[in-house]
């Protein structure tokens, strides 16, 4: 529905643009959104702390993991 929305108030404020320049103009808008909205795969390689890089996704959330424990507590502790 926002979508919608913001897609008329473009047609409103570019006044009496060609069919053709509208459509390129959404086209160009539905792909940036799309592009934004992909789900990516795979996970960056990770330097632990011995320099070495992660190998696997596993290995990389792990040291995530252990990197946000040293960061950030229970309150209590």
Request: hydrophobic share 35%; proline share 0%; charged share 25%.
């Amino acid at each position: 529905m926002k979508l919608m929305r913001c897609l008329d108030q473009m047609k409103m404020h570019m006044g009496s643009v060609s069919s053709a320049v509208s459509r390129t103009i959404q086209k160009g808008f539905y792909g940036y959104t799309r592009k934004l909205q992909t789900v990516k795969d795979v996970v960056a390689a990770l330097k632990k702390e011995d320099g070495e890089l992660t190998a696997t996704d596993q290995e990389a959330a792990d040291e995530l993991a252990n990197c946000f424990q040293k960061i950030f507590y229970k309150t209590g502790q």
